[in-house]
C-alpha cells in the first residue's frame, strides 16, 4: 500500500494526524455533531455542495420543471395533488372584499368621515365594480379574451404550483374601452414562466438572476421576457429576441408582477412544489406499470396441460426416438378431435398420462398495496394535502382523522392562499382600483386624499376562495352559532370560512326569502325572521 500523504505545518513538520476512522472505529465521531461526520458509513459519500439560493435553482430550473410537467401530464395522482391544491386554495370565484383602512385615511386626514359605515359603503360600491371588470362576457379583464378573472388567477396559481413562478403583465388598452366594448383599459396577462430568462440564455451575473434583473440593493427593477417560448418552432425567430420590461411605471403602479414562494435570502426565482418528491413519484410510475404488466401476463398465461416424460422418454426425445414422436402425434391427433378447450367454462378429458395445472396469480405482490400507501403518505407531507385528498380513498377514515388531516391541510392551503394573493392578486386589483377611482363615482369625503397618495390604505381588501366545507354539517354549525353568539367570530368569518360566501349576499337572498313567503301568504321559516320568530312568521291577519 502507498504511504499517505503528509500534511506539513508551518515549520515543516508533519501535522499531527486526524483521529479519522480509528475514531470512528473506536465509536467515537470525528466531530462534536453527527450530521457533520466526514467518515461515518451513512455519511461518508453525503458530501452536497453549498450554492446561493440563484445557484441552487436557476441552473436546474428548467429540467426541473420538464419532469413536473411530464409527471402531471401522465400521472393520476400527481395530477390530483395539483388539482386539490388549486380548487381548495383559488377554487371558482377568487375574489377581493374590499376593506379601506379608514383608520389609517383618518390618520391621515383628521376627517371623521372616514369611518366604519363609509368603508362598508365604499367597499360595495368598489365589489361591484370589480365584478364589472372580473367577469364581464367580453373577458376584457384578460389582455387575450380568453378567460375572466378567477380563471386567470387559477392558471397563474398552477403554475406556481408547477413551475414556481407566477408570471403576468399588466397592460393598458384604452383602444378596447367605448360603448358595448370594454369599460375599463386595464388588462393582464398571464406569460409561461419559461420565457422569463436572461437575454441569449447568458449565465447568471450580479444584476441578472434568472431572467429578473436587479439592484445594489437586491431589488428586482426589470424582466427580461422571450418574445416567444423557446419551444415554440413556428416563432423561432421571435423566441430569441427578448424585451426588457420594467417593474413598475414611475408613480408605482406595477406592470410587471413575479410571485414565487421564498425559500431563502436573495432568491429571485422559485421552484415547484412537487420537486421533493418528484423521484418517487417517478419510481412509484415504473412499480405501477412493471405491476401490471405483470398482472396481465398472469391474465393471459391462466392454465396449462402437463404429459409425462420420464427420463427415458426424454433421452430418447433427444435422439429423435420414434417412440416419442408417435406419442406426440397421438396426443396432438386426441386434442384435435376432441377441441380440448378451457375457455367458456368446458369440460375437458385429457389424453391419458396427462395433467391440468394452473398458474399462481401471484400479481399484484402482496406488499404492493402497502408500499404503495407508504409512498402516498410521503407526496401527502411534501404537497401539504391529506393523503386521501389524492388518492380519493375514504374507506379507512372516520370523522375524527378525516377531521384532524383536513385542518392539518387547510392551514397550508390558508397560508398558499394569502401568499398568492398578496404577491400576484393584490397588485392587480390595486392597478384596477387606481383605474376605477378615476372614471367611477364613489362616496369620497371631503378632503379625500389622491388614491396615489393612499394606494395601500384604499386598496386594502381580504381574497375570498373556497370555503373549508364541513364534515359533520349539524356538529360544526352549532358550533359556528356558539362562536358567533359568544362574539368570538362573526357572520362573515363563517361564512367565508364554511362555503366561502358574502354575509351580505346571505342576508340579502334572506331577506327576499322572507318577503316571497309573506306575499304568499305563508310562514315564514323561523331561520329567516330572526329574534322574533314567533310575531314575524305569523300570517296576516284578513280585514
Known amino acids: ?76 395522482w400527481a395530477t390530483a395533488a395539483v388539482m386539490r391544491t388549486v380548487d381548495n386554495v383559488i377554487g371558482p370565484d377568487f ?22 359605515v363609509w368603508a362598508d359603503e365604499w367597499g360595495q360600491q368598489v365589489e361591484a365594480n370589480w365584478r364589472a371588470w372580473a367577469h364581464d362576457s367580453g373577458l376584457y379583464c384578460d389582455s387575450q379574451r380568453a378567460q375572466n378573472f378567477p380563471q386567470m388567477m387559477q392558471l397563474a396559481f398552477r403554475h406556481q404550483l408547477i413551475d414556481g413562478d407566477s408570471l403576468s403583465m399588466l397592460h393598458w388598452k384604452p383602444e378596447r374601452v367605448g360603448y358595448g366594448r370594454a369599460r375599463y383599459a386595464t388588462a393582464l396577462q398571464i406569460i409561461d414562466p419559461d420565457r422569463l430568462s436572461n437575454p441569449q440564455l447568458r449565465f447568471d451575473q450580479q444584476n441578472m438572476r434568472g431572467g429578473v434583473e436587479v439592484d445594489p440593493d437586491g431589488v428586482a427593477v426589470a424582466y427580461w421576457i422571450r418574445r416567444a417560448h423557446q419551444g415554440d418552432w413556428f416563432s423561432a425567430a421571435q423566441s430569441v429576441h427578448w424585451d426588457r420590461i420594467e417593474r413598475e411605471t414611475e408613480w408605482g403602479r406595477p406592470i410587471i408582477v413575479h410571485h414565487f414562494e421564498h425559500d431563502r435570502a436573495a432568491q429571485h426565482r422559485g421552484i415547484g412544489f412537487l420537486t421533493p418528491v418528484l423521484t418517487r413519484f417517478k419510481m412509484l410510475i415504473k412499480y405501477d406499470g412493471t405491476e401490471l404488466d405483470a398482472a396481465i401476463v398472469n391474465a393471459f398465461f391462466a392454465a396449462y396441460i402437463q404429459s409425462p416424460f420420464d427420463s427415458e422418454l426424454v433421452e430418447e426425445a433427444v435422439a429423435g426416438s420414434s417412440k416419442v414422436s408417435a406419442y406426440q402425434q397421438e396426443r396432438s391427433s386426441y386434442h384435435r378431435e376432441r377441441g380440448t378447450r378451457l375457455g367458456d367454462v368446458g369440460m375437458t378429458h385429457l389424453y391419458p398420462g396427462e395433467t391440468l395445472g394452473f398458474a399462481a396469480p401471484n400479481r399484484p405482490s402482496a406488499n404492493f398495496a402497502s408500499f404503495e400507501s407508504a409512498m402516498l403518505r410521503n407526496f401527502a407531507a411534501g404537497t401539504g394535502l391529506a393523503a386521501q385528498q389524492i388518492s380519493q380513498n375514504w374507506a379507512e377514515v372516520n370523522y375524527s382523522s378525516y377531521r384532524s388531516a383536513m385542518l392539518e391541510a387547510w392551514k397550508t392551503f390558508h397560508r398558499r392562499r394569502l401568499g398568492f394573493a398578496s404577491g400576484q392578486a393584490q397588485p392587480v386589483y390595486t392597478a384596477w382600483l387606481e383605474e376605477s377611482v378615476e372614471i367611477d363615482s364613489y362616496p369620497m369625503p371631503a378632503s379625500a386624499p389622491d388614491f396615489v397618495e393612499a394606494r395601500a390604505a384604499y386598496s386594502r381588501a381580504k381574497w375570498m376562495g373556497p370555503g373549508r366545507g364541513l364534515v359533520d354539517i349539524v356538529k360544526e354549525r352549532q358550533g359556528a352559532i356558539l362562536g358567533i353568539n359568544a362574539g368570538l367570530s362573526s357572520l362573515e368569518d363563517e361564512a367565508a370560512e364554511v362555503s366561502g360566501s358574502d354575509w351580505r349576499d346571505i342576508a340579502d337572498r334572506k331577506a327576499i326569502e322572507a318577503e316571497r313567503y309573506r306575499s304568499l301568504g305563508l310562514p315564514v321559516p323561523t331561520s329567516l325572521v330572526g329574534a322574533d320568530a314567533k310575531e314575524a312568521s305569523k300570517l296576516p291577519e284578513e280585514e
Open 95 to 116: 375574489r377581493p372584499i374590499a376593506k379601506p383602512d379608514y383608520r389609517s385615511l383618518q390618520a391621515l386626514t383628521g376627517n371623521k368621515a372616514f369611518d366604519h
Open 1 to 76: 500500500m502507498d504511504n499517505p500523504v503528509q500534511i506539513l505545518g508551518p515549520d515543516g513538520n508533519a501535522l499531527p494526524r486526524s483521529p479519522g476512522r480509528a475514531s470512528m472505529l473506536a465509536g467515537r465521531s470525528n466531530t462534536s455533531y453527527d450530521a457533520a461526520d466526514l467518515y461515518g458509513a451513512h455519511t461518508e459519500d453525503w458530501m452536497p455542495y453549498l450554492w446561493s439560493p440563484d445557484g441552487e435553482i436557476n441552473m436546474s430550473r428548467d429540467r426541473i420543471v420538464s419532469r413536473a410537467r411530464d409527471l402531471i401530464r401522465n400521472d393520476g
